[in-house]
């Protein structure tokens, strides 16, 4: 069980107060270097210190120790042993990064499981095809028919398979089985053939199996799931208008016309011209087509891994590839929902901070009608150094309302050497200053599982999932704008619903005979229950939906069509849909009217100024004698603090209270139950999320709030200090290769390292490139050298260099060498600091002479020690430190590059009473007031009470600024607010500048002090 804890009838207020391990998130880990055991034992006890509640031990680019070798499972097997000494779990990861399936390439050195697709095309190969003695093609591309193919446009007028003997009159088309080239990022092979249950079994014996024999006797305990990343077949894209001197490609393995055959009774290599152009206004061939992909893949991956987890005594997790849309899920898996049947853990993928419901809603959909009783998202990552608390918590609040229970915050860098640290920033460990701090939000969302993990979803609705639909459209231009409303109705009705408080469940048709085995009112779905059905906007259905539907209906259920019925029944004409239609509730696809046809299944609803909210979606669960409401806002909103006044309104009468998950108090509320309904009025801010607790049984509802009456502005100029030594980020610098002259012009160093790759006839660096673990181990055979001029103000004494590779380096400031020793570290390990010679005022070169290799990595260095930094352009000058700090961006006050800790020095004159502490704008991850108490300052409306003494008292304020500055793509104009992701750094220098582009940090505006 993951959650033992809930078996208890009531959850227990001091478990809520102080979640246990299984409730708190387990963040992805990177293992990208050398792998050293006692680091990985160390490193496990800050996942601890943070709140986590374990780990995932996530091979990513970098690792350097052979994948799954002795020394790779020797360190699996201490982050188990430690895991088990601080009560916390290891979280297994099967692939070395992703997609998962070819074991870091072991599996697909064997040609025989390499991915493979079907290619049609009017080039005849002259390559012939290899295959082994059972006939599976190993390389080169195998013939599997030829034909004639008459179209007019894009439509298709007739075709013919050709004998071997035919000829064609015109252009012929040739089908070929061809398999994956390999690629770089999978180690130089191809991917795996997922289609293939041979291929993935044997994938499953190589990953599964090693973990089982070197840490198996933990499973089921600390042990209790296995991430799989990103599973996919061969992705596709098709032409709009497929011409002569095009091809298009489509997933294909060996024997899949042949189960095609025993499924459909009839070959697709006979009809095989319908699957790209149209012959009518609905395609049967891709309908059956997409369906027995979408089998063959799931039957093949996650049902396979699946149920040998299942006999491990393990789950099985992770997600899959591109689920949001219609279009997207079909290029890559066909159908999502089908694929989750296998997933103990269902799981998604929503990094980027974007609000994905369908992603979310479909994984919550099978979590509810299998029963499970965990869901998984991993988030977070491809954001921004500069993420703060504030994004972290609206991106966890929303996936908790659709069932994650499971956090895995991406990424927790065990190294930042190398490329690494352009990883998907940001890395949320101990590189960034305000790790110590993430505790804070960690127990809020322990809190809310503790809860949300408790007894059952209730909701009413569910919604036919129109994917099978989306199939026969999915061909070419034709159907193209056809095709894109479809994915904009889809997104439309979930959010609609979801926004509106009319949470529902998506209904799989593949999955619902197994979960289903009669039309029941109301509709058992699996572990759902539902009294209306939609079906919205669909094509086609199958024959069991129908079944289903009618006697659904036909013992008082309701169903609702949403836009044209469908035509079609299991790909073929058919009125059957028509006539159900006639005896249902048909409406068109318009917002007002699909609400009013669902107002009388809602449960809840809430409202703000007699309207109901749009920005609010929620989870209702139903536990014993109670029900839990849990309320998250949907706004990506950083700036000033808005509140809204809300009326809630629950079925049902109810006495009510606020279960405070960034407390761990538990608030009375007043509670009005009034016709059936209750209504409880309560504030809501910008961040806020609401687990609000309903109770036959009467409570308390007094309350007694502080008044603040006097506030007292924070007088500046400020005293303030440093956490660390400043900075200035050395990125641009001549160079010179081995014996050569200093280069013209600066380069950006991560440019200038390709520059140099180029000239030595190496690959250049993208982030792609093969793991060190499997590549060639090559001594450098060049050097390079890097000039970089310092301006200076003042003289500067113990200043300090940071840099990798720093014991192979030859330092020289101003002709004097620096001493080879390394005095510890800034950051991270990797970048290690060197003690510099004086820096004089006015004008200074520093040297830094590297070998330069296949294996060696040109990066970024750090200046450090007692200056300010100006920055004017792309000109950075050295200054004094300033004497006292202004409320405002610190970048302006000779702090460009800083990424620590600023402690805000102030006084006010105190009553012994309480005060409240107000900082209404600010840019860090997050803030910690102080008086003789602390207190954090996270989220609207920006505040935290803080004791005082009478008199005077002093008052610290401390800014966690984040890595931004010295890490980002600072040379890019849309630094300041775009993405990171590796490509962000290796843009062409087109676009970009020598201009740094930085973010505001600091507190902004002057703090305020109100006194009771």
């Known amino acids: 069980m993951l959650y033992p804890k809930n078996s208890e009838k009531i959850l227990d207020k001091e478990l809520f107060k102080n979640p246990s391990n299984e409730y708190r998130g387990a963040p992805f880990w990177a293992w990208n270097c050398e792998l050293d055991k006692e680091e990985v034992i160390s490193q496990t006890h800050i996942f601890q210190e943070m709140g986590f509640g374990g780990y995932h031990a996530h091979v990513r680019s970098g690792l350097d120790t052979e994948y799954l070798g002795e020394d790779f499972n020797g360190c699996i097997r201490a982050s188990a042993e430690e895991a088990k000494k601080m009560g916390m779990q290891l979280y297994l990861y099967d692939e070395d990064r992703w997609p998962s399936g070819y074991a870091g390439g072991i599996v697909t050195k064997n040609p025989r499981y390499s991915a493979r697709f079907l290619r049609f095309t009017t080039r005849k190969s002259k390559d012939e095809p290899i295959t082994d003695p059972d006939g599976k093609l190993l390389k080169g591309k195998l013939l599997l028919g030829r034909y004639h193919v008459c179209t007019c446009g894009n439509k298709l007028i007739s075709y013919k398979r050709l004998s071997d003997e035919e000829g064609s009159a015109g252009i012929q088309w040739y089908a070929y089985l061809e398999t994956e080239p390999p690629r770089s990022f999978l180690n130089n092979t191809p991917y795996v053939d997922t289609l293939n249950k041979e291929a993935i079994d044997y994938f499953a014996e190589i990953t599964y199996r090693t973990y089982q024999e070197n840490v198996g006797e933990f499973f089921g305990r600390e042990i209790k799931s296995i991430f799989t990343d990103e599973p996919q077949f061969h992705r596709f894209k098709h032409h709009e208008f497929l011409l002569p001197f095009q091809s298009e490609c489509r997933p294909w393995t060996d024997d899949f016309d042949n189960t095609f055959v025993s499924t459909y009774g009839y070959s697709l290599l006979d009809r095989l011209p319908e699957l790209f152009w149209n012959k009518n206004t609905f395609s049967q061939v891709r309908y059956h ?116 229970t499971l956090r895995v915050p ?20 101990y590189q960034s200053p305000w790790y110590k701090k993430f505790k804070y939000l960690e127990d809020h969302f322990a809190r809310v599982n503790t809860a949300l993990t408790r007894g059952r979803p209730l909701t009413e609705i569910a919604v036919i999932h129109p994917i099978e639909s989306f199939w026969s459209l999915y061909g070419n231009s034709n159907t193209k704008s056809r095709c894109d409303r479809y994915d904009r109705k889809f997104t439309k009705i979930t959010d609609l619903l979801l926004r509106a408080g009319l949470d529902f469940d998506f209904i799989s048709e593949s999955t ?130 808005k509140k809204q ?134 001594p450098p055979e060049h050097s390079i ?78 200046l450090l020690g007692d200056f300010g930094v100006s920055i004017s352009g792309a000109r950075a000058i050295l200054t004094s430190l300033p004497g006292k700090l202004n409320y405002g961006d610190i970048t302006k006050q000779g702090f460009p590059f800083y990424g620590g800790e600023i402690l805000y020095k102030a006084s006010f004159e105190g009553n012994g009473k309480q005060i409240s502490l107000s900082v209404p704008k600010y840019r860090a991850a997050v803030l910690e007031a102080k008086t003789s108490e602390s207190g954090i300052i996270a989220f609207a409306p920006y505040s935290v009470l803080l004791p005082s003494e009478k008199g005077p008292n002093d008052l610290s304020i401390t800014a966690y600024i984040s890595r931004q500055n010295a890490f980002g793509p600072n040379h890019f104009p849309s630094a300041r607010t775009s993405l990171t992701s590796p490509g962000t750094y290796y843009l062409p220098r087109a676009i970009t500048t020598k201009r740094y582009w930085l973010s505001k940090a600091g507190i902004l505006v002057p703090p305020e002090v109100s006194i009771q």
């Open 289 to 404: 087509y997409f369906d027995h992909l979408a089998e063959r893949f799931a039957n093949a991956f996650s049902d396979n891994l699946g149920k040998r987890c299942e006999e491990m005594g393990i789950s099985l997790t992770g997600h899959l590839m591109e689920e949001p849309k219609l279009s997207t899920q079909t290029q890559s898996v066909a159908d999502a929902m089908r694929q989750y049947r296998g997933f103990q853990i269902p799981g998604i993928d929503m990094l980027g901070g974007r609000f994905e419901f369908t992603t979310a809603k479909q994984a919550q959909s099978a979590l509810r009608q299998y029963g499970r009783e965990g869901m998984l998202s991993e988030l977070y990552g491809v954001s921004r150094w500069d993420s703060d608390f504030r994004k972290y918590k609206i991106g966890g609040d929303w996936q908790a309302a659709l069932g994650v």
């Open 410 to 429: 991406h990424l927790s860098l065990m190294s930042m050497k190398g490329f690494s640290k352009r990883d998907y920033p940001a890395s949320i460990f």
């Open 512 to 641: 619902l005979p197994e979960l289903n085995t009669e039309g029941n009112y109301p509709l058992k779905v699996g572990n759902m229950e539902y009294k209306t059905v939609l079906v919205p906007n669909c094509i086609t259905l199958r024959t069991s939906t129908i079944d289903r539907l009618k006697d659904f209906q036909s013992k008082g259920g309701k169903v609702v069509f949403v836009g044209d019925v469908p035509e079609f029944e299991n790909g073929i004409p058919s009125n059957r849909s028509k006539e159900l239609a006639k005896k249902s509730i048909q409406i068109r696809f318009k917002e007002k009217e699909i609400l009013e046809a669902l107002e009388s299944n809602r449960l809840y609803g809430i409202y703000e100024k007699g309207k109901h909210t749009n920005n609010i979606i929620c989870q209702l669960r139903e536990d014993n004698d109670a029900m839990w409401l849990f309320l998250s806002r949907v706004e990506k909103e950083l700036g000033e603090s």
């Open 645 to 778: 006044n809300l009326m809630i309104k629950v079925k049902g009468e109810w006495k009510g209270s606020i279960w405070d998950t960034l407390s761990g108090d538990i608030i009375p509320v007043v509670a009005i139950a009034e016709n059936g309904y209750t209504f409880i009025n309560t504030d809501m801010n910008n961040h806020d999320s609401i687990l609000l607790r309903l109770d036959k049984e009467e409570k308390d509802n007094k309350e007694n709030k502080p008044v603040f009456a006097k506030t007292l502005p924070l007088d500046e100029p400020f005293d303030y200090s440093i956490s660390e030594p400043n900075v200035l980020l050395l990125d641009r610098a001549y160079y010179a290769l081995d014996k050569g002259g200093f280069s013209r012009n600066k380069y950006e160093l991560l440019h200038l390292d390709n520059i140099c790759r180029k000239k030595c006839g190496y690959k250049k660096r993208s982030g792609k490139s093969s793991q060190p673990w499997i590549s060639e181990k090559t």
């Open 785 to 862: 050298k890097l000039k970089f001029i310092i301006n200076s103000k003042i003289e500067v004494k113990d200043t300090y260099l940071g840099l990798e590779d720093a014991e192979k380096a030859v330092i020289i400031l101003n002709g004097s060498q620096a001493e080879a020793k390394i005095y510890g570290y800034y950051v991270d390990k990797a970048i290690k600091k060197v003690l510099l010679p004086t820096i004089k005022k006015g004008r200074n070169e520093l040297e830094i002479v590297l070998p330069f290799g296949k294996n060696t990595d040109v990066e970024w260095c750090y």
